[in-house]
């Protein structure tokens, strides 16, 4: 692709489309293997196994950057390109409406009903008043959609540091931003305000990345193999650091800060290193966003986060303690997860008066 192609393309999301499949088919991949994971508990496996564990661990470097990236991408395309959300009370609608509405329906109707049907622990013992008051009100284990208010959270405050990152060096904000996730871990987890602060910096990344599209395509495509080469390099010596990471749990501020910024660059480079990739592949094979199954997934990346991790719960409460094969019980957790919640939002779809608990 020429600096030509690149300017007449700036428009086109195609590449961040597929990025967001992927993304979220990594994510549901994370999801379906837990069970196997040494730092999940909820369910035991008979039959562990350490590849699983493993693949989980490297998902977990990347895969919420990696989301959050995206959002600041798009968020630039569309707030500053397509002039939308021109005011905060625009955007604070259209955000309730998208994030915050799902999250206490879904919460209420799917995630919690779920978990009490396979005796989740942190549910056993609570009446549903508790559930509701003490977990869902205050964003505190209620499974993946912490993901949703964390994200509002970050769009809510993006909109004010925006109007200081057009006044000041984009440097000095990226400092700032560094600064408060490397410190977020002091910032109470209610509400998820902690995770919030962490990944704002993500946040940032992708609306900087968009902002500055067209240079880094051309370095991509000029450069692709050295960075290629680079971003997994890092990537590879930052998953070995976080496998040793527990070894250093008790070790001095600096050691803690140290490895708090290792793990920002590792979900930085994995967060990259996938954008990459993406890019090429989108570059190759201009046709693949038109076929069938891309467009469908395409459509529906915000249905399947919203309902597929309670059935995956489902899957581990029923075959979780059966002799089965960790490679079939991961297949079937994911691809059913998928088609469950392929499902899910077609009947809610067809009713009038429940789409909007889809956002839409």
Same mark, same amino acid.
Request: glycine share 4%; aromatic share 20%; charged share 15%.
């Given at each position: 692709?020429?600096? &030509?192609?690149?300017?007449?393309?700036?428009? #086109?999301?195609?590449?961040?489309?597929?990025?967001?499949?992927? =993304?979220?088919?990594?994510?549901?991949?994370?999801?379906?293997?837990?069970?196997?994971?040494?730092?999940?508990? %909820?369910?035991? =496996?008979?039959? &562990?196994?350490?590849?699983?564990?493993?693949?989980?661990?490297?998902?977990?470097?990347?895969?919420?950057?990696?989301?959050?990236?995206?959002?600041?991408?798009?968020?630039?395309?569309?707030?500053?390109?397509?002039?939308?959300?021109?005011?905060?009370?625009?955007?604070?609608?259209?955000?309730?409406?998208?994030?915050?509405?799902?999250?206490?329906?879904?919460?209420?109707?799917?995630?919690?009903?779920?978990?009490?049907?396979? *005796?989740? *622990?942190?549910?056993? +013992?609570?009446?549903?008043?508790?559930?509701?008051?003490?977990?869902?009100?205050?964003?505190?284990?209620?499974?993946?959609?912490?993901?949703?208010?964390?994200?509002?959270?970050?769009?809510?405050?993006?909109?004010?540091? *925006?109007?200081?990152?057009?006044? &000041?060096?984009?440097?000095?904000?990226?400092?700032?931003?560094?600064?408060?996730?490397?410190? +977020?871990?002091?910032?109470?987890?209610?509400?998820?305000?902690?995770?919030? @602060?962490?990944?704002?910096?993500? @946040?940032?990344?992708?609306?900087?990345?968009?902002?500055?599209?067209?240079?880094?395509?051309?370095?991509?495509?000029?450069? &692709?193999?050295?960075?290629?080469?680079?971003?997994?390099?890092?990537?590879?010596?930052?998953?070995?650091? #976080?496998?040793? +990471?527990?070894? @250093?749990?008790?070790?001095?501020?600096? /050691?803690?800060?140290?490895? =708090?910024?290792?793990?920002?660059?590792?979900?930085?480079?994995?967060?990259?290193?996938?954008?990459?990739?993406?890019?090429?592949?989108?570059?190759? %094979?201009?046709?693949?966003?038109?076929?069938?199954?891309?467009?469908?997934?395409?459509?529906?990346?915000?249905?399947?986060?919203?309902?597929?991790?309670?059935?995956?719960? /489902? /899957?581990?409460? %029923?075959?979780?303690?059966?002799?089965?094969?960790?490679?079939?019980?991961?297949?079937?957790?994911?691809?059913?997860?998928?088609?469950?919640?392929?499902?899910?939002?077609?009947?809610?779809?067809?009713?009038?008066?429940? #789409?909007?608990?889809?956002?839409?």
């Amino acid at each position: 692709m020429t600096e &030509q192609n690149i300017i007449k393309e700036h428009n #086109k999301l195609e590449h961040i489309i597929l990025l967001k499949i992927f =993304a979220i088919l990594i994510v549901v991949l994370g999801h379906s293997t837990l069970i196997y994971n040494d730092n999940w508990t %909820y369910f035991i =496996a008979i039959n &562990q196994s350490k590849f699983f564990h493993y693949l989980k661990e490297y998902i977990n470097t990347f895969q919420m950057p990696l989301f959050v990236f995206i959002s600041g991408y798009l968020y630039y395309f569309t707030h500053v390109e397509q002039c939308k959300y021109n005011t905060f009370k625009i955007l604070i609608n259209k955000k309730i409406k998208k994030l915050v509405v799902p999250y206490l329906c879904i919460g209420l109707i799917w995630v919690v009903p779920i978990r009490y049907f396979v *005796e989740y *622990e942190n549910y056993r +013992s609570l009446k549903l008043i508790q559930v509701i008051f003490t977990k869902v009100l205050v964003v505190k284990d209620v499974g993946h959609l912490w993901f949703l208010i964390m994200l509002f959270n970050i769009f809510v405050i993006f909109y004010f540091l *925006e109007k200081l990152i057009k006044k &000041q060096n984009a440097i000095l904000v990226l400092f700032l931003l560094l600064g408060l996730a490397i410190i +977020s871990y002091k910032i109470p987890s209610i509400f998820q305000l902690k995770r919030s @602060f962490y990944y704002l910096l993500f @946040f940032y990344f992708g609306y900087i990345f968009r902002l500055k599209t067209k240079e880094i395509k051309l370095l991509v495509l000029n450069k &692709q193999l050295l960075i290629t080469f680079f971003l997994v390099l890092l990537n590879i010596m930052g998953f070995y650091i #976080k496998l040793l +990471s527990p070894v @250093f749990a008790e070790s001095s501020i600096e /050691i803690k800060i140290m490895l =708090a910024c290792l793990k920002i660059i590792n979900g930085f480079s994995g967060t990259i290193l996938f954008y990459v990739i993406i890019f090429n592949i989108s570059c190759k %094979y201009k046709g693949i966003i038109h076929t069938k199954y891309i467009r469908l997934l395409a459509d529906k990346t915000f249905q399947i986060y919203l309902f597929h991790e309670p059935y995956i719960y /489902i /899957i581990f409460f %029923y075959l979780g303690m059966t002799n089965i094969h960790p490679a079939l019980l991961v297949s079937i957790s994911f691809l059913g997860s998928i088609c469950i919640s392929l499902i899910m939002d077609y009947l809610f779809s067809r009713l009038y008066y429940l #789409k909007f608990m889809l956002g839409k």
